[in-house]
T-cell receptor, first 113, second 115 residues
Framework: GQNIDQPTEMTATEGAIVQINCTYQ??????LFWYQQHAGEAPTFLSY????GLEEKGRFSSFLSRSKGYSYLLLKELQMKDSASYLC??????????????FGAGTRLAVHP | SQTIHQWPATLVQPVGSPLSLECTVE??????LYWYRQAAGRGLQLLFY??????ISSEVPQNLSASRPQDRQFILSSKKLLLSDSGFYLC??????????????FGEGSRLTVL
């Protein structure tokens, strides 16, 4: 089976740091993605981890621990425009060995002044 | 550069009516194609994916179907819509191959309301 868990909602203050956690249990694993989705829009790619450790990209960083089935997305120097849903997605093996992405329900982040 | 388009952007349909959503990709060949659905306040649910013309894999049982008549065209259909079919439908593509299913590039989305 496949199970991806992340908090439903979070709030934070402009300029602060927020960490969004994601835990997963999947039948196969070949990488973990984070996507950002503003209300009413399509998701956009933020980060990808396939090996354990931290990947940094500007204000956003993503961490992965495969042994623990755990990842987090770290957002620094929060801005109002960071208010959005953040989706954790695991690349799993589909039929015939082709990879596919399985998404969690997403975490709605509200950034306040 | 690659682009993906889907239409219509919004539609309101009565229960029992048919549905056709279309998606096309430009600037790449032999992509993997996907249909996802997102119910209000929920995550993305994978409905169908395709690794080639005429090759469709269904992820969940439902009254929807998908077809891929051309390499870069993906269509989502229903003969009779249900209220539960309401949602935000997203088409996506990724690079073909065993390493595919990696970074997904999404279309603009189609918001369907079934009344």
């Amino acid at each position: 089976g496949q199970n991806i868990d992340q908090p439903t909602e979070m709030t934070a203050t402009e300029g602060a740091i927020v960490q969004i956690n994601c835990t997963y249990q999947t039948s196969g694993f070949n990488g973990l993605f984070w996507y950002q989705q503003h209300a009413g829009e399509a998701p956009t790619f933020l980060s990808y981890n396939v090996l354990d450790g931290l990947e940094e990209k500007g204000r956003f960083s993503s961490f992965l621990s495969r042994s623990k089935g755990y990842s987090y997305l770290l957002l620094k120097e929060l801005q109002m425009k960071d208010s959005a849903s953040y989706l954790c997605a695991v690349r799993d093996l589909g039929y015939g060995g082709y990879n596919k992405l399985i998404f969690g329900a997403g975490t709605r982040l509200a950034v306040h002044p | 550069s690659q682009t993906i388009h889907q239409w219509p952007a919004t539609l309101v349909q009565p229960v029992g009516s048919p549905l056709s959503l279309e998606c096309t990709v430009e600037g790449t060949s032999n992509p993997n194609l996907y249909w996802y659905r997102q119910a209000a306040g929920r995550g993305l649910q994978l409905l169908f994916y395709s690794v080639g013309i005429g090759q469709i894999s269904s992820e969940v049982p439902q009254n929807l179907s998908a077809s891929r008549p051309q390499d870069r065209q993906f269509i989502l259909s229903s003969k009779k819509l249900l209220l539960s079919d309401s949602g935000f439908y997203l088409c996506a593509w990724s690079v073909y191959g065993r390493e595919a299913g990696g970074e997904l590039f999404f279309g603009e989305g189609s918001r369907l309301t079934v009344l």
